[in-house]
């Protein structure tokens, strides 16, 4: 297939290429971050509401209810919260709870779209069982009426008329506040987070250059060869899920994905196999059965979480293999998770560009939502 690289060199070109705006879209993440920390300040009933939870005190396990972004939200906030957790985090993808949750608990959806029946099927049961319940979701959605019915805490959405993937932060930071209004996780740095969504949005904008733009040089890789991206922290490990799900949304490109430790004991494998540089097999015709494709590797990492990624590093560049890394220095999990997944957003957006398709595509994914009335 023909790689569109002059749109990854001409700003112009590539934002005429993007007729959903993607990458305006994801520009503004530091700003979508400031708009749903904000609130409080800006929703009367939203912040009664959050002042209540915190004065119910703390929970004996905090049950997340979601899947797609809402699994990813969950995952991030057990990333976010680290050993200083207070009590268990437990992702639930419904329709059924754990037979343990009750009245002790504390149930937090966190819902994009409002429309999962999975979702839905296990709030009713949280609301039947009694169990403190917080809802993240547009308030016409009907996970957001049927908040309203179980006597839950409904957080209205800042941005509902977003595209829904667009949405990460929009339910990501409630869900934040809830934890930490309710003791779970410790007081998280909103602003800090906005600003490295912000500085990512310049490093990763349109007008730099691929070889300083470590969103490009990342989506030329996942291009031109067999992905992998592989991660080190559990913060990197978000970001690299979040790529791959993107990259096979807006381009219809598989990549796969792994993180330190299972990596060294799996995926690491690729780089001697079938995918590694210079592997060809022997009786392919070039001209019937067109090049073979090379693994290439992106790793993310977080400073100072692991020094084995710098051994896959050595590793893979040792066997002539293509590698790109992109390490988030912030000080505080929060703001490393906002740079990491701009950075995979932007890569993914601009490997659907190369692709020649546009990064709002989704047709299929929205095909199967109207289908399935999710």
């Known amino acids: 297939m023909e790689l569109h690289e002059e749109l990854l060199s001409d700003a112009e070109a590539a934002e005429r290429a993007d007729h959903g705006g993607t990458l305006r879209l994801i520009a503004a993440t530091g700003a979508r971050i400031r708009r749903a920390a904000a609130l409080r300040e800006i929703d009367s009933v939203a912040d009664t509401a959050l002042r209540d939870l915190a004065a119910e005190g703390r929970p004996r396990a905090l049950i997340v209810l979601g899947y797609g972004t809402g699994a990813t939200v969950a995952r991030l906030l057990t990333a976010v919260a680290g050993a200083a957790a207070t009590v268990p985090i437990v992702p639930v993808p419904g329709p059924a709870l754990p ?8 149930v937090v959806v966190a819902s994009t779209a409002g429309r999962a029946p999975e979702i839905a099927a296990a709030l009713a049961e949280a609301g039947r069982r009694g169990s403190r319940i917080v809802v993240a979701a547009p308030p016409s959605s009907p996970i957001g009426v049927l908040c309203t019915q179980v006597r839950g805490t409904l957080i209205p959405m800042a941005d509902d008329v977003a595209p829904v993937w667009s949405r990460l932060w929009s339910v990501a930071v409630p869900t934040l506040m809830a ?3 309710a003791g779970v996780i410790p007081a998280q740095r909103y602003d800090a987070a906005a600003s490295a969504a912000d500085e990512a949005a310049i490093r990763c904008r349109p007008s730099q250059e691929p070889f300083v733009n470590p969103a490009k040089e990342i989506a030329l890789r996942l291009a031109e060869s067999m992905p992998a991206v592989w991660a080190s922290g559990q913060i990197a490990a978000v970001a690299a899920e979040r790529l791959a799900d993107q990259a096979a949304l807006r381009a219809g490109i598989p990549v796969i994905h792994a993180a330190l430790p299972d990596l060294g004991r799996g995926q690491l494998g690729l780089v001697d196999g079938l995918y590694a540089a210079g592997a060809d097999d022997l009786f392919r015709d070039p001209f019937e059965d067109g090049a073979g494709k090379n693994a290439a590797v992106v790793l993310f990492g977080e400073a100072e979480v692991d020094p084995r990624l710098g051994v896959v590093e050595s590793l893979v560049r040792d066997r002539g293999i ?3 890394t992109v390490t988030a220095q912030q000080p505080d999990a929060l703001s490393r998770a906002a740079d990491l997944i701009a950075v995979a957003d932007f890569a993914a957006a601009y490997l ?8 709002d595509q989704g047709r299929t994914i929205d095909e199967y939502r109207l289908r399935t009335a999710q």
Do not use: K, Q, Y
């Open 352 to 359: 659907a560009l190369l692709m020649g398709i546009g990064p």
């Open 99 to 106: 037979g343990w949750v009750g009245p002790l608990d504390l």
């Open 322 to 324: 293509a590698v790109t």
């Open 179 to 181: 934890a930490e209004l």
